[in-house]
């Protein structure tokens, strides 16, 4: 039996930053891009463009509402 003290316990942060895709894609295909690996963008609020020196960042926020 492995000893699971000797591996950390996998950890994943919110604030995740992705490299962009491809410069030519919009802001819409690059969340149907990534949804498949983050999932949680698929209803995420976005902000944005915010001027970051030569670039643009847009920030995809977690969507508040109710389930069900």
Do not use: N, Q, W
Not at 9 to 37: G, H, N, Q, W
Request: aromatic share 6%; hydrophobic share 30%; glycine share 8%.
């Amino acid at each position: 039996m492995p000893d699971r003290r000797s591996r950390p316990a996998p950890r994943r942060s919110a604030a995740s930053r992705c490299p962009d895709p491809a410069p030519a894609m919009s802001v819409d295909e690059v969340r149907e891009f990534l949804t498949p690996t983050y999932p949680e963008i698929a209803t995420a609020t976005l902000t944005g463009p915010d001027a970051t020196g030569t670039s643009l960042r847009y920030t995809f926020g977690r969507a508040i509402g109710s389930k069900g």
